[in-house]
């Protein structure tokens, strides 16, 4: 805590002194990279949800001085999303942090992809065009606008106009797949595996191959991240009605460490939900 506020001091001093951009841009970059490990590789719960709005608060003061610097932006949109889906229950509350999380990764992409603007309301096929142009090194953004524009739509599960987008969110994480599976441990299989078991196969889903996406997530992240199998239990085998994957998946997570670069406050959501979809599992199969 004492050299954050250092490095916040220093960083304030700065902007005071009016330095050059280049030198603002990398110290604060610097000092958000190390506010969103810090959050993200915590595993006290309690201390993150009444410790990071004062943080979030911090990043909205640097985005406003810093509106064009896109790493800023997509960490405010990484953080912003976070704490959305880890501690946020009010629904309208959930929908405007989601909001805000979504509309700075397309400010990020927008400032740093070639025509990358307007891509929410571009014609499909310009807007697959436009991916299939996209290489290695725009994975990133990719992924980070692909996550924050899923929760989007999950706060917005109510509004068909905003599930209508799923699309277009299932076609750039698709993308990202091409250009890196591994990517933050494989967290594109995690989304593609929750886009494929969101319906019965009557209705459109394709469960056996969000199975193999769950499956290849939880192995491209050696058992990592624990929201993997998590979501392999509640989007997949309740989905077919599996109890004895359920359980068993469910039960690796309750066993597993917590501890992961960049995982570890996800992984100590993911054993309390796991723990709540145990509790509940007799009266659902």
Not at 75 to 101: C, G, I, W
Not at 189 to 196: I, K, P, S, T
Not at 202 to 210: E, W
Request: proline share 4%; net charge negative.
């Amino acid at each position: 805590m004492i050299r954050t506020t250092i490095k916040l001091i220093a960083l304030l001093a700065l902007l005071a002194q009016g330095a050059c951009a280049s030198l603002l841009s990398g110290t604060v970059q610097g000092l958000t990279d190390d506010l969103s490990s810090a959050i993200l590789d915590s595993e006290d719960i309690e201390l993150v949800r009444d410790g990071a709005p004062a943080y979030l608060i911090l990043i909205d003061g640097l985005v406003s001085g810093s509106p064009e610097d896109a790493g800023l932006l997509q960490t405010a949109a990484q953080l912003n999303s976070a704490y959305a889906s880890a501690f946020v229950d009010a629904p309208e509350r959930a929908m405007r942090m989601h909001t805000k999380a979504r509309d700075l990764s397309f400010r990020a992409v927008c400032l740093s992809i070639k025509d990358g603007c307007g891509l929410e309301s571009r014609p499909f096929d310009r807007f697959e065009a436009w991916l299939a142009q996209r290489d290695e090194a725009d994975v990133p953004l990719l992924f980070g606008l692909g996550a924050s524009w899923a929760g989007w739509m999950q706060a917005n599960s109510d509004d068909f106009n905003a599930i209508a987008q799923l699309g277009r969110v299932k076609a750039l994480m698709q993308r990202v797949q091409a250009l890196d599976e591994s990517y933050d441990d494989g967290g594109v299989h995690l989304y593609l595996g929750v886009f494929e078991t969101l319906f019965p196969p009557a209705m459109g889903g394709k469960p056996d191959v969000g199975r193999a996406h769950f499956e290849r997530a939880v192995a491209l992240s050696e058992g990592r991240n624990l929201l993997a199998k998590v979501m392999f239990a509640e989007s997949y085998a309740r989905l077919v009605f599996d109890r004895e994957l359920h359980d068993t998946l469910l039960d690796e997570v309750l066993s597993a460490p917590v501890q992961a670069p960049g995982l570890t406050l996800m992984n100590t959501v993911a054993k309390g939900r796991a723990r709540e979809l145990l509790e509940s599992a007799d009266d659902y199969f």
